[in-house]
């Protein structure tokens, strides 16, 4: 691992955790929520616009929550695999405050910035 402790990367991993399981609801609880809008049922035409609408926003919210899930796992298989805390690009290691505020991140700061300012 990096030069961090074994209690630090207790906390990181505890919150990892947690917010895997709050993910987990959150993805159950919006495929239940998200059901296909019926054409048939009788309601008005801006009735069934903002249930399209609400349908929409849903699914897009599944989709970056999916996304998290999926960061926060692979988070979980680097600290079992004694691999976070580098970066996936550089190989540097990742300041403790990034890793504290986004546990997840595969990348250091400098690495995402470069990044996103190509994408």
């Not at 402790?5 to 998200?34: C, M, V």
């Not at 929409?56 to 960061?71: D, E, G, I, N, W």
């Not at 550089?90 to 470069?114: G, N, V, Y």
């Given at each position: 691992?990096?030069?961090?402790?074994?209690r630090?990367?207790?906390?990181?991993?505890?919150?990892?955790?947690?917010?895997?399981?709050?993910?987990?609801?959150l993805?159950?609880?919006?495929?239940?929520?998200?059901?296909?809008?019926?054409?048939?049922?009788?309601?008005?035409?801006?009735?069934?616009?903002?249930?399209?609408?609400?349908?929409?926003?849903?699914?897009?919210?599944?989709?970056?929550?999916?996304?998290?899930?999926?960061?926060?796992?692979?988070?979980?298989?680097?600290?079992?695999?004694?691999?976070?805390?580098?970066?996936?690009?550089?190989?540097?290691?990742?300041?403790?405050?990034?890793l504290?505020?986004?546990?997840?991140?595969?990348?250091?700061?400098?690495?995402?910035?470069?990044?996103?300012?190509?994408?």
């Amino acid at each position: 691992m990096t030069e961090f402790d074994l209690r630090q990367i207790d906390e990181i991993k505890a919150l990892l955790l947690t917010r895997r399981a709050e993910l987990e609801r959150l993805i159950e609880n919006s495929e239940n929520g998200s059901k296909p809008v019926s054409l048939e049922q009788p309601i008005g035409r801006l009735s069934r616009m903002d249930a399209l609408q609400q349908q929409s926003m849903s699914q897009a919210s599944q989709q970056v929550a999916a996304q998290r899930l999926k960061q926060i796992r692979a988070a979980l298989q680097r600290i079992e695999s004694e691999a976070y805390g580098f970066c996936l690009e550089c190989e540097e290691a990742i300041e403790l405050a990034r890793l504290k505020a986004r546990p997840e991140a595969p990348f250091c700061i400098d690495c995402q910035t470069s990044r996103e300012r190509k994408s």
